[in-house]
């Protein structure tokens, strides 16, 4: 995949690439509400990108990395799909 990023559905890799992704999968149909909670990462993100201290979130991470994969998952099952 040239400069990185889903394929076939014309979304960069990157800073608010999540919500991106929920805005595309809405329009495609699917249901996203569940996953809604993963955009709180794009100010994280924005935060350690440039290299401002960020809040601590107390995360769990074994959590959020579950929900991270069953959004993957559901991404996966979509394209499929479609295929």
Known sequence: ???GGWPGWGLPL??????LLLERLT???A???DFRCLEAFTIFAVQ?????DPEP???DRAHW???A???????AAIIGSEA
């Open 57 to 59: 979130m107390g995360l």
């Open 31 to 33: 249901v996203v509400e």
């Open 1 to 3: 995949m040239a400069g």
């Open 14 to 19: 990157g800073l608010g690439s999540t919500t």
């Open 27 to 29: 329009q495609a149909g």
């Open 69 to 75: 994969e069953q959004l993957v998952e559901h991404v």
């Open 48 to 52: 350690f990108r440039y290299d401002v």
């Open 65 to 67: 990395l579950l929900r």
